[in-house]
């Protein structure tokens, strides 16, 4: 009986070569909805293409391995004040201003 292990090529990628830099492509642009590609909106983005679902664990992989890192907006309070925030800045003095 023969070793076949070395004639078997395995499981094809999840994503085909020309949906990699379909995906390549898109995560150079804002994303639609908010500008921001998340591991979140990346799984939405290959579940719509790819027809099934896709884990964002699985997303984040091919993120990775496309070269990018999901973002994710700087938490910000719900009660923040804007015009506060701002005039706090003005008004501070820095140690690094002259």
């Known amino acids: 009986m023969a070793?076949?292990?070395?004639?078997?090529?395995?499981?094809?990628?999840?994503?085909?070569?020309?949906?990699?830099?379909?995906?390549?492509q898109a995560l150079l642009q804002p994303h639609p909805r908010d500008?921001?590609?998340t591991i979140r909106n990346a799984a939405e983005?290959?579940?719509?293409?790819?027809?099934?679902?896709?884990?964002?664990?699985?997303?984040w992989n091919w993120m990775k391995r496309l070269g990018f890192a999901p973002l994710r907006?700087?938490?910000?309070h719900r009660d923040r004040d804007f015009e506060e925030?701002?005039?706090?800045?003005?008004?501070?003095?820095?140690?690094f201003s002259s």
Do not use: I
């Open 45 to 59: 983005w290959l579940s719509e293409r790819l027809g099934r679902p896709v884990d964002p664990r699985r997303a």
């Open 73 to 76: 907006p700087r938490p910000r």
């Open 3 to 24: 070793d076949a292990r070395h004639q078997n090529p395995g499981q094809p990628p999840l994503l085909p070569p020309e949906l990699q830099e379909a995906f390549r």
């Open 35 to 37: 500008g921001v590609w």
């Open 85 to 95: 925030g701002e005039a706090f800045k003005k008004n501070s003095s820095s140690p």
